[in-house]
């Protein structure tokens, strides 16, 4: 179990007091920042999913949303009785169903450290609304509720194809569909629905028994890869049933698109309740034998330090092995930048260290950071971007492109059309993904440099991405224009970090008291992941950043978490993990030798 929150806190203020001037510093990207935030493992792994399953019994292979090894944290599992296959496909409402979905929720959220609730198969879209109604936490009961911020991505023309367990179950959820997913079943411009139920083998999952794994992915990647060859204008592929993510890794290597699947759903919405990567334990804040040892180039060293460096032991200071190096870590995410130079901290998109992967970086000359806030769009500013986007596409293993500002989402169309890969130039563009989690009164704090700024953006943003900036139903729009210290952020200059930090805690802190139908938090402002982990820890709320939204849709293209540690097809493993689920006696007993 987690420590309880009170005793999280005082470490914290003890660790990063207002005092406390010791610290190493952190790397100087062009100037000296100080790391200012505090990471507790015991914090994040305390933070768990539930899973609704229905009345309906079958082998989950790893990968699918009903096996825990699907997962790289603890989930939680409750079976709604009475929400048999065939009346959850056929969405039934009764009275029985909604009393048993409410009382497999209550078992749900007694649970510590819940934060958030999804369902185990795709026909659990027909519960999206009250589930979310019923619960205290965000509910994401199906794949298909990634539909807007995958949409956005792409060129209006480019589409992205759904693979369901049969094409034809989606129509009786097509109104469902359509208001929660901005999903519509009858338009096949934007999502294609591509159904495997004549596929071979796979009709196994209709009756509940054990999936030929080996068969059915070589079956469905010779479909999909067939289905790809007669429409170029496919850029993604979007995994509805619940039980296909055991295929998403051989999809993501047979076709080369990005997949999406249920699994990514999920993990998108707990990465806003955990702590960021650069944050987490290779990164240790103000532990100096860590910074003396990765950035002594950028001096700081000292003979005290260094002899620091020698009592740590190894696994402080590197990452864990990663099994799947080969083919993962050429998977690279570009960065547009404005052309404006400021000492980055940790966490920032411009900082490479916010991430744990490679990161490219060029510059689009010429788009000041007044004229990006303006969203000016001459000809100098479209021919900067063509250059630039081009030098990124031209590296190797490329995958997809943002912005180092949160204004360059005045450029999102532009940059989509020029491009070839995924488009992402704001966090905003997670918005309507998470608004959809929350009740229809339930609101998001949308925190920004400059609320002023955000305002002539908005039809923009609610063409590009749904998000309407000006409907106080749902978002709640705050800047930080006033906020002591972090003018230095529109200065271009270097911003004292333990001070801003304090100063947004408390400001967030009496938003969300005086809004208490605030539910979650979104950083717009590209310089603000910095102190995300602060306020997940000290507001108790779910934030989201650019930080999150570039991680969101690079895991589309990289390994599943249990195809990392669990390598698929291994005997040794099966045997192991499923002997229950059919092998011979014998089998079973060398297994468990």
């Not at 195809?563 to 499923?578: T, V």
Request: hydrophobic content about 40%; aromatic content about 10%.
């Amino acid at each position: 179990a987690a420590p309880p929150v009170q005793d999280q806190d005082e470490v914290m203020e003890e660790t990063v007091s207002m005092e406390d001037t010791s610290t190493v510093a952190a790397p100087k990207i062009k100037g000296k920042q100080r790391q200012s935030v505090w990471c507790h493992k015991e914090f994040d792994s305390s933070k768990v999913i539930g899973v609704l399953r229905i009345d309906y019994d079958y082998p989950p292979a790893v990968g699918d949303i009903a096996h825990p090894d699907s997962f790289g944290y603890t989930v939680h599992y409750e079976t709604v009785h009475g929400l048999t296959f065939e009346r959850c496909q056929a969405g039934a409402l009764d009275d029985e169903i909604m009393t048993n979905l409410q009382n497999s929720i209550l078992k749900l959220q007694e649970y510590p450290g819940l934060v958030g609730i999804t369902g185990d198969c795709g026909f659990m879209m027909h519960y999206q609304c009250p589930v979310r109604f019923m619960a205290k936490v965000p509910a994401f009961m199906s794949s298909l509720i990634q539909c807007p911020a995958i949409g956005a991505i792409f060129k209006l023309f480019e589409k992205v194809l759904v693979l369901s367990a049969n094409s034809k179950s989606l129509e009786p959820m097509k109104e469902t569909l359509l208001t929660q997913a901005g999903f519509d079943v009858d338009d096949p411009s934007r999502y294609e629905v591509y159904g495997l139920q004549d596929l071979d083998g796979f009709d196994a999952v209709a009756k509940g028994e054990a999936v030929d794994l080996p068969r059915v992915e070589v079956a469905i990647t010779e479909a999909v890869t067939k289905k790809l060859a007669g429409d170029a204008s496919i850029k993604a592929i979007l995994l509805e049933c619940t039980e296909l993510p055991a295929y998403a890794d051989a999809l993501r290597r047979a076709t080369g698109l990005p997949v999406f699947d249920a699994i990514t759903a999920v993990n998108f919405f707990r990465n806003a309740t955990v702590s960021s990567h650069w944050n987490k334990k290779a990164f240790i804040p103000h532990n100096p034998a860590y910074w003396t040892t990765k950035y002594s180039k950028f001096g700081n060293e000292d003979q005290e330090a260094v002899e620091e460096v020698e009592e740590v032991e190894d696994e402080t200071l590197s990452a864990p092995p990663f099994p799947c190096e080969d083919c993962d870590a050429i998977k690279i995410i570009g960065v547009l930048r404005i052309d404006y130079n400021y000492p980055p901290a940790p966490g920032d998109i411009d900082h490479p260290d916010s991430y744990g992967y490679k990161v490219v970086f060029r510059v689009v000359h010429g788009l000041t950071f007044a004229k990006c806030q303006d969203g000016v769009m001459d000809d100098q500013i479209a021919e900067s971007f063509r250059r630039a986007v081009d030098e990124l596409e031209a590296v190797e293993g490329l995958v997809g492109i943002t912005g180092d500002c949160g204004f360059m989402m005045h450029y999102q169309c532009l940059v989509r059309h020029m491009a070839q890969k995924p488009v992402f130039m704001s966090a905003l563009l997670q918005a309507p993904l998470i608004s959809a989690a929350f009740k229809n009164f339930e609101k998001i704090l949308v925190v920004t440099a400059n609320s002023t700024t955000l305002l002539p953006a908005r039809d923009t943003l609610l063409t590009t991405c749904g998000f309407k900036v000006d409907d106080p139903e749902q978002f709640v729009i705050h800047g930080l224009q006033d906020l002591e210290g972090f003018d230095a952020v529109e200065k271009g200059e270097e911003v004292d970090t333990l001070l801003v930090q304090h100063h947004i805690t408390e400001r967030i802190k009496q938003v969300v008291k005086d809004e208490p139908s605030i539910r979650a938090i979104l950083l717009e402002c590209t310089e603000l992941p910095h102190y995300a982990d602060r306020l997940r820890r000290k507001i108790g709320l779910p934030v989201f950043d650019a930080i999150t939204c570039v991680n969101y849709f690079r895991s589309s293209a990289v390994t599943s978490h249990w195809n990392k540690a669990f390598p698929p097809h291994n005997p040794d493993f099966w045997k192991d993990k499923f002997a229950k689920f059919g092998l011979e006696e014998k089998n079973m007993a060398e297994a468990a030798k």
